[in-house]
């Protein structure tokens, strides 16, 4: 048997807007982000922290933070945030200002929280204006230099854009600048034990620079899996679904999961209280809505 050490959850991509909006219109992302705040609150047991992965908002405006923090507050956990491409720093910072990790001095975005059994690395991998995203020298230092001081701790590292090509052409034009560097400067520290990241709005794996880089669905809306090599991008409305990386400490490791948000049947339980339920107690009849 196991002892859940920590519980981190993972959301991105919530997109949210101005009321009227287009995502509001097409996509509902404020009614989404909701619905995802219920399902982490009621989640047993409860994810001690939530990690919010970039594309908070949509055009970084600050009444779209605003909204963002109306509904974030809800959470009765502890929030980390960073930006992805369509936040901007300034504006996040200031909405988010009470936060005592996230930096104000008008530079990146990338801090370090040590209160948890896993240290958590936030990287910044916004440029202002572009979709795609970027590892510069000086981030990439930053990092080095953090990973050079944990001494061993077990430490994940979260970021918006993924540090590897997709498959999804379009997604792949808008990708990350400086992967082989991320992935050097990872080589040279112990094993972290996963890269966190968003901006594709599905869920994909790889293995990268010695560890495992994963990415989230949204929140909202998904992008459609399309691998062809031409270069298209669609919208699909796949069930909204959030992360939860269960640590189980150095030997269990950090298992990652799928948590699919709201609007599914409630579960079947079929094991409980020490006994299988399915010989004693008949199926429900599931009946098409
Ligand atoms: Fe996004
Ligand atoms: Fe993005």
């Known amino acids: 048997?196991?002892?859940?050490?920590?519980?981190?959850?993972?959301?991105?991509?919530?997109?949210?807007s101005t009321p009227g909006s287009a995502n509001d219109r097409q996509?509902?992302?404020p009614e989404h982000l909701a619905r995802a705040v219920t399902h982490l609150n009621t989640l047993a047991p409860r994810p001690d922290i939530v990690l919010a992965t970039g594309d908070l908002v949509e055009r970084g405006e600050p009444e779209e933070y605003a909204r963002l923090?109306?509904?974030?507050?809800?959470?009765a956990m502890p929030l980390y945030v960073i930006p992805g491409?369509?936040?901007a720093r300034g504006p996040l910072a200031r909405a988010f200002a009470d936060r005592e990790y996230l930096p104000q001095d008008g530079g990146f975005l990338h801090y370090v929280v040590e209160d948890w059994p896993v240290r958590l690395i936030g990287l910044d991998t916004h440029v202002p204006g572009e979709s795609g995203g970027r590892l510069c020298a000086e981030r990439l230092a930053w990092l080095?230099?953090?990973?050079?001081e944990g001494r061993g701790r077990p430490t994940v590292v979260f970021m918006h854009h993924p540090p590897f090509e997709t498959g999804i052409r379009m997604m792949d034009e808008m990708g990350l600048e400086g992967k082989a560097a991320l992935a050097e400067v990872l080589g040279r520290h112990p094993p972290v034990e996963a890269v966190l990241c968003g901006h594709v709005h599905r869920p994909m794996t790889r293995r990268f620079g010695g560890t495992?880089?994963?990415t989230c669905p949204a929140?909202?809306?998904q992008i459609a899996l399309d691998l062809a090599p031409a270069p298209r991008l669609a919208v699909i409305m796949e069930p909204p679904a959030c992360m939860l990386h269960?640590?189980?400490g150095a030997d269990g490791g950090l298992v990652s999961h799928v948590s699919v948000i709201g609007g599914e049947r409630p579960p079947f339980t079929v094991y409980e209280g020490g006994r299988w339920l399915r010989d004693a107690d008949p199926p429900p009849a599931f009946h098409p809505r």
Request: net charge negative.
């Open 85 to 87: 491409n369509h936040d």
């Open 246 to 248: 269960l640590w189980l």
């Open 219 to 221: 929140t909202a809306h």
């Open 69 to 75: 923090r109306e509904i974030l507050d809800r959470l």
């Open 27 to 29: 996509f509902r992302t």
């Open 1 to 16: 048997m196991y002892d859940r050490v920590m519980l981190i959850a993972q959301i991105t991509d919530l997109h949210i």
């Open 144 to 148: 080095d230099a953090r990973l050079g």
């Open 212 to 214: 495992v880089a994963t």
